[in-house]
């Protein structure tokens, strides 16, 4: 069971827009800024949001982050076969000493 | 460019120990914290531990504490985890990562090593 809650799965078809939803506390999401990885299939964790809406250099602006109190989402816009993938929700949790928190990763299917 | 180089995995016993290292190039190492992270076969991601860049401060999930350590050496750009109290459940492959600053309690993880696999199993 996962601190952070997320769909276990989405698609949508090339070029159409898909959102996934990451729910959590007032100790993680309600407190602290949330970040998003991208896992292709086969390959190590990426960095695809920071900062609840920060891209890093190299990430399309087809992606995006947003927060509103205890949740969060990541917007794909124009959908390509390429997203297909993993992605995953991470926040830093303040309570019982201070951890790490993922969501339990969504599957990115693109029909 | 920045390259993370997990080794150390394998096969070993439960209640055994292991020790993971994570080779670090391409950036001044003792300026930023690092982390474990794990990721059970055909599971997410679980954060193990996490280390500021003088091993001043360090972090643990609650699945681990007291079984496993985390150090660094940062003569040697390296990254330790000792595994001890092997159980099945910590079957998983390790990456390390590393955070764009000096603290583990912060930030993201940005880039992440390619993982090295651990299984325990008699």
């Known amino acids: 069971q996962s601190v952070l809650t997320q769909p276990p799965s989405a698609s949508g078809t090339p070029g159409q827009r898909v959102t996934i939803s990451c729910s959590g506390s007032?100790?993680?999401?309600?407190?602290?800024?949330v970040n998003w990885y991208q896992q292709l299939p086969g390959t190590a964790p990426k960095l695809l949001i920071y900062?609840?809406?920060q891209r890093p250099s190299g990430v399309p602006d087809r992606f995006s982050g947003s927060k509103s109190g205890t949740s969060a989402s990541l917007a794909i816009s124009g959908l390509q076969s390429e997203d297909e993938a993993d992605y995953y929700c991470?926040?830093?949790?303040?309570?019982?000493?201070?951890?790490?928190?993922f969501g339990g990763g969504t599957k990115l299917t693109v029909l | 460019e920045v390259q993370l180089v997990e080794s150390g995995g394998g096969l070993v016993q439960p209640g055994r120990s292991l020790r993971l290292s994570c080779a670090a190039s391409?950036?001044?190492?003792?300026?930023?914290?690092m982390h474990w992270v794990r990721q059970a076969p055909g599971k997410g991601l679980e954060w193990v531990s996490g280390?500021?860049?003088?091993?001043?401060?360090?972090g643990y999930a609650d699945s681990v504490k007291g079984r496993f350590t985390i150090s660094r050496d940062n003569a040697k750009n390296s990254l330790y985890l000792q595994m001890n109290s092997l159980r099945a459940e910590d079957t998983a492959l390790y990456y390390c990562?590393?955070?764009?600053?000096?603290?583990?309690?912060?930030?993201?993880?940005?880039?992440w090593g390619q993982g090295t696999l651990v299984t325990v199993s008699s």
């Open positions: 990562a590393k955070t764009p600053s000096s603290s583990w309690y912060r930030d993201w993880f940005d880039p």
């Open positions: 391409g950036f001044t190492f003792d300026d930023y914290a």
């Open positions: 280390i500021s860049w003088n091993s001043g401060s360090i």
């Open positions: 007032s100790s993680n999401i309600g407190s602290n800024t």
């Open positions: 900062s609840n809406n």
């Open positions: 991470a926040a830093w949790d303040d309570s019982l000493n201070g951890q790490w928190v």
